[in-house]
Structure formats: structure tokens, C-alpha cells
């Protein structure tokens, strides 16, 4: 049975740098003070009332958590206790710097029922790192991966393609080493330049040429289809919605507040061109949970195949695989695969 994540965002709190790319306080949609216990434990409260029999998981979103003095870790932490022991909270979720993650801090987290720790690396490569002023290695986000794997918890992977001195290869690498190092699961947020941001400077100045949207869902896509071939989950693609990031906030880059059905849709309508010709009527069987991803954001893809002169129906089978397609037509049928079907080059993007 799926968790009810309980959020609590405290943007920026702690994090020792401002990176070329941030702001986290319009990332987030909210203002990030540190809770009190009594916020803490009432919000638990509350959201436990309407979880019926689902576990709950508190969650630490944005600023960086193990980077705050280890008595506001404490402070943040201590209230959850009494919920982890009655078994009604499963697991706490927090996010934070490579830098700031070693040995000692994950034994310290994973005692006080710390699970899942997210980390944003947003690259592998080094130089990418410090083009956009991250103040960490690809050294340091291997060591933290290593140290959160070895005590036992989840770790996942935050990946920003597109950043300055990143390209469509260097990002496919850097997807490459998260799958190596052991990710449990990714976070793909391709770039996009906020305003008051060094990369709103260097945008506006020429110094900068962020991915446009349809080169970033290009790129998207096939980090989606690569992550899936490994078995990573891709739990979000592109950054979420909230109050303060919109249009106006948002100079330029590869940015929708449903980037993640995009991305997943363009794998449905691939396959969809490649197994049906001109002229065919056919009927697509998906998995239940796919029917609007093979459709497309309002019926996009059923219009696609209509102007290549495709018929095309959508029905549920819940006896395929989420990657997979069947395809009737004229009597004959077959299954196709995402995963295995599908064959892109990084020279598309």
C-alpha cells in the first residue's frame, strides 16, 4: 500500500551556497522556517486522520538538511519519535548536499528514522559542477552515495541536464554513473533559468544558451527510456509546480507543470511510429495506468497518428507490462516494448 508523505519545506535552510542556477525559496513555494514540534506533530495529526491505513513518511524537503546545526536536526527530528515508535510514521525522507554527507552523519539520520536520503548532484561531471558554482565534486556525490548505501538506507539522485558546459552526452554519462553508484531512484529536473539568478544574468548577458523545451524533452526522453532499461524509478521529471514558479518567474529553459506526462508520452507515440504504417486502423491495449500517456496531454497522440492517416483506438489490458504496447491491426497482433524497442540516439537531442 502506497505512503502519505507528510512535506515539510524549509528552503535554503542550511545550505552554505547559492548555486548559479537557485532559488529555492521560488523552487519550493514556501518561505522554509523552521517548524516548531508543535507544527511538526499537529501536521502529523492532521494528515494521519485522513491516511486511513496507509503508513506515513514525513519528508524534509529543499535546503540542505545535514548542513544545519545538528541541534535544529535534533529539533526537527525528536517529535517524529513517538510516531515511528507507535508504527503509525514508516520513515523520514531528507534531502542535502553530497558534501555534507559522511559515515557518521548517516549512522546519526539512520538511528532516528531516517530512510531515504536525496541528494542533489545534478552532475557527474566536474567541470559542469563548477560552471554552475555547486562547490562540490563528482568525488563527493560517489562518497555519499557509498556511505548511505553502506548503512542501509535509500539513496536517490537529483540530475539537472542542461546547466552551463553540460551537454545532451554529458548528461546521458552522468545518468550513466547514478545508475553505477547504486541510485534507488532519480529526480530529473532539466534546467530552466529563474529570474534573480546568476543564470538569469548570464542568460541575459549572451553568456548562456539554455536547452529550448523541445531539445530538454528530447533529452528527457531518453534519460526516461535509459532509467527504465536499468530499473531506476524516475519519481519526477521537471520541477513541480507551485506558488512562485510560473512564467513570470521563469526566463527561459525546458520547464511545463506537466513535464513528466510529456516525457513519458513522446516513448508511447515512438512506438506507436514505429510498429503502425499510413492507412492502418489498429487498436492499442495498454496497461491501465498508461491509457493516458499512450492518448497523450489532451489526445495529443491520438491527433498525431490521425494526421499520419493511423486509426487509432486505445483499450486497457492489464495484463501488459507499464512499458508495453499491443498492437492490433487486420487481425494480427503484437507486443512491443519501450524498453526494448525502442532504440534512440543522443545525437537526436
Excluded at 35 to 40: D, F, G, N, S, V
Excluded at 134 to 147: K, Q
Aim: overall charge negative; hydrophobic content about 40%.
Amino acid at each position: 500500500m502506497k505512503t502519505v508523505t507528510v512535506p515539510f519545506f524549509i528552503s535554503h535552510q542550511g545550505c552554505p551556497h547559492t548555486c548559479a542556477f537557485c532559488d529555492q525559496r521560488t523552487i519550493s513555494g514556501a518561505r522554509g522556517e523552521i517548524p516548531t514540534a508543535t507544527q511538526i506533530r499537529e501536521k502529523i495529526n492532521l494528515w494521519q486522520s485522513t491516511a486511513g491505513d496507509r503508513q506515513l513518511e514525513v519528508a524534509f524537503f529543499g535546503g540542505t538538511f545535514t548542513a544545519l546545526p545538528e541541534e535544529i536536526q535534533s529539533r526537527l527530528l525528536a517529535p517524529l519519535q513517538h510516531f515511528i515508535q507507535d508504527g503509525s510514521l514508516g520513515s523520514v525522507r531528507i534531502s542535502t548536499r553530497p558534501d555534507y554527507i559522511d559515515d557518521e552523519r548517516v549512522m546519526w539520520l539512520a538511528e532516528r528514522g531516517v530512510r531515504t536520503i536525496e541528494l542533489g548532484v545534478q552532475s557527474f561531471d566536474d567541470a559542469v559542477l563548477t560552471a554552475s558554482g555547486r562547490g562540490h565534486s563528482a568525488a563527493d556525490s560517489l562518497g555519499a552515495i557509498r556511505s548511505i548505501k553502506k548503512c542501509g538506507l535509500d539513496v536517490g539522485v537529483q540530475l539537472m541536464p542542461g546547466l552551463p558546459g553540460d551537454s545532451p552526452a554529458l548528461s546521458l554519462c552522468s545518468l550513466e554513473q547514478a545508475i553505477f553508484s547504486g541510485a534507488d531512484f532519480l529526480r530529473i529536473y532539466p534546467t530552466v533559468v529563474l529570474r534573480g539568478t546568476e543564470l538569469a544574468r548570464q542568460f541575459v548577458a549572451g553568456e548562456f544558451t539554455p536547452l529550448s523545451f523541445d531539445r530538454g524533452i528530447t533529452l528527457c526522453k531518453l534519460l526516461l527510456q535509459r532509467a527504465m532499461q536499468a530499473g531506476i524509478p524516475v519519481i519526477r521529471i521537471g520541477l513541480q509546480a507551485d506558488a512562485g514558479l510560473d512564467s513570470e518567474s521563469i526566463l527561459a529553459g525546458c520547464w511545463h507543470p506537466a513535464l513528466g506526462q510529456l516525457v513519458r508520452s513522446l516513448l508511447y507515440a515512438d512506438l506507436v511510429d514505429r510498429f503502425t504504417s499510413p492507412g492502418q486502423q489498429v487498436i492499442l491495449y495498454c496497461h491501465p495506468a498508461r491509457v493516458s500517456d499512450t492518448l497523450g496531454m489532451k489526445r495529443k497522440n491520438l491527433h498525431h497518428q490521425a494526421e499520419r492517416g493511423v486509426q487509432m483506438q486505445v483499450a486497457e489490458d492489464a495484463s501488459l507490462a507499464l512499458d508495453e504496447l499491443k498492437v492490433q491491426s487486420e487481425g494480427t497482433k503484437a507486443i512491443y516494448s519501450i524498453i526494448k524497442d525502442l532504440h534512440y540516439s543522443i545525437y537526436e537531442v
